[in-house]
């Protein structure tokens, strides 16, 4: 056979194959294309687990007080009315204010904590300070910290708007009372003590006014 029609047929026969193989690759990535449609199927589904983290339980308030409680509802209700409220900080606010209110109590000084206090815990604590002085009698005392920090309660008076909240403290200090010579009647300046206190506080919510008044004591 001459070796030109030979090369011809070689050719010829390279070609064909060149192709059939490009139809098989091209039908086999046509198959693969369709697959990648289901694609806004994944976005839906992320839409659907955010909606479900969305509607979830308020962690500021379910890390305080039982989920579905009074006491979460209460707090749920003054965050709708104020929502710049936050549990966890009120609780830190808290923290802070039983140390200054507690030592201004022992000291015998809370002419400067009367915005804090309502007017009947503000005349209780001048009754006791009065009656103290009259005795010749001094407290000297020294906060060491809260141990303990919790909330008890918590309600809202949706007419007045009125929030309340208890809380519980357990507190550590070193206290003596002196008689008018100077000399230690009661406590020891070396021994830490163990305080409890329940506290309520109160206040009308979405006002100006930002501070919590002490409005009530219990041991």
Avoid: C
């Amino acid at each position: 056979m001459n070796t030109p029609i030979v090369q011809l047929l070689v050719l010829a026969g390279i070609a064909i194959f060149l192709i059939l193989r490009l139809r098989s690759v091209l039908g086999t990535r046509d198959g693969f294309e369709k697959p990648e449609a289901p694609a806004p199927a994944k976005r839906d589904d992320r839409k659907r687990d955010f909606e479900v983290i969305e509607g979830g339980p308020d962690h500021d308030i379910t890390d305080h007080v039982p989920e579905n409680s009074p006491a979460a509802e209460a707090l749920a209700k003054m965050k709708r009315i104020e929502p710049s409220f936050n549990v966890s900080e009120f609780l830190s606010g808290a923290r802070g204010a039983y140390e200054m209110i507690l030592m201004g109590f022992d000291n015998g000084e809370i002419e400067d904590l009367k915005p804090f206090l309502s007017d009947e815990i503000y005349e209780t604590f001048s009754d006791v300070i009065e009656q103290r002085a009259q005795q010749g009698l001094t407290v000297e005392a020294e906060f060491v910290g809260v141990r303990e920090l919790s909330i008890v309660d918590a309600s809202f008076d949706d007419t007045r708007q009125l929030a309340e909240i208890t809380v519980k403290y357990v507190g550590e200090l070193t206290s003596v009372v002196k008689n008018a010579e100077g000399e230690i009647v009661e406590g020891n300046p070396r021994t830490v003590k163990r305080q409890k206190d329940v506290w309520t506080y109160a206040r009308n919510m979405g006002t100006d006014d930002p501070n919590w008044q002490l409005v009530a004591t219990d041991e």
